[in-house]
Structures are given as C-alpha cells and as structure tokens.
C-alpha cells in the first residue's frame, strides 16, 4: 500500500500541483463549489414535489395534498399560454400555435 502512496506522489503530485496553479481553472472550481448547496437544495425540493405528487395519484396517499387540489402541471401551463403568459419556447411543447401572443 505504501508503494501505491510512493508512486502517487511521485508521478501524480506534480501534475496535479501544476493543475492546481492554473488560475481559470481554479475560478471554474470555486464556481462549481459555490453552486453546490444551491443545486442540491432544489435537486431535495423536486425529489419531495414529486414523491408527494406520485404518492397522490398512484397510490390514493391524500396527506399532504388533497384530492380536489391535485394540480396538472402541463394544464395550467397550457391555460397560462392561451392567456398569452408562457415564454415562446414552451408553445410547441404543449401545443399551441407559435406566432400568436396574447
């Protein structure tokens, strides 16, 4: 095990110390690092959003969502769209004409 030890430090500590001292490269870690919390908050919330929708609708579980306030997502977004107020890129997705606003 030493020897794996000796070898990594001899071969790849150099490396990775010259890696290291590259400044966009050291700018580019710190923004990923600060990102970090943010992501995995909303990665937790979407988790949860979609066991308590899935628990609603497969398995008839009504605790934290009540039958009658299930909310289809992809309806509401169509609704909104006919009003006019989703972004231009959404249309297609949920079949509404292109060209045409509010």
Do not use: Y
Request: proline fraction near 7%.
């Amino acid at each position: 095990m030493n020897s794996v030890i000796d070898w990594l430090e001899r071969h790849l500590m150099p490396l990775a110390n010259n890696l290291a001292s590259v400044r966009w490269l050291v700018a580019l870690r710190d923004a990923f690092i600060s990102t970090l919390p943010i992501s995995l908050t909303g990665s937790v919330a979407v988790l949860i959003k979609s066991l308590i929708i899935t628990a609603n609708r497969n398995w008839g579980w009504h605790v934290f969502l009540p039958a009658h306030a299930a909310i289809d997502l992809h309806l509401q977004l169509r609704l909104a769209g006919e009003r006019g107020h989703v972004c231009p890129l959404l249309r297609p997705q949920l079949g509404l004409p292109i060209g045409q606003g509010p």
